[in-house]
Nanobody, 123 residues
Framework: VQLQASGGGWVQAGGSLKLSCAASGRSFSNYVMGWFRQAPGKEREFVAGISWNLGRTDYADSVKGRFTISRDKSKNTVYLQMNTLKPEDTAVYYC?????????????????WGQGTQVTVSS
């Protein structure tokens, strides 16, 4: 399994970015795809998750109403649309996947990880 994250960059507070995660190497039909982030000096934290088949989603409280996770089955790609970005959103963002057990936020359950993409939000 390979997960390739892209789309990070620098943006001013209030701006938007869209991250992509291209997935390959297996069928993801029974998988959950997640986005996580890790800021300097902090632990990696859950941002958003989506079930591949039904598209059910879950979000961290800190991003609800601002971020949207989606997937394009035809492209085997998961997206994270990030709007109204804040300086505290600055982090390295990672995509990950795991078998669908009905949960989204438990980091230890994810067994496939992509490389990170840096998001920097300036005030």
């Amino acid at each position: 399994v390979q997960l390739q994250a892209s789309g990070g960059g620098w943006v001013q507070a209030g701006g938007s970015l869209k991250l992509s995660c291209a997935a390959s190497g297996r069928s993801f039909s029974n998988y959950v795809m997640g986005w996580f982030r890790q800021a300097p000096g902090k632990e990696r934290e859950f941002v958003a998750g989506i079930s591949w088949n039904l598209g059910r989603t879950d979000y961290a409280d800190s991003v609800k109403g601002r971020f949207t996770i989606s997937r394009d089955k035809s492209k085997n790609t998961v997206y994270l649309q990030m709007n109204t970005l804040k300086p505290e959103d600055t982090a390295v963002y990672y995509c990950a996947s795991k078998l669908n057990d009905g949960t989204y936020s438990r980091i230890s359950a994810y067994n496939y990880w992509g490389q990170g993409t840096q998001v920097t939000v300036s005030s």
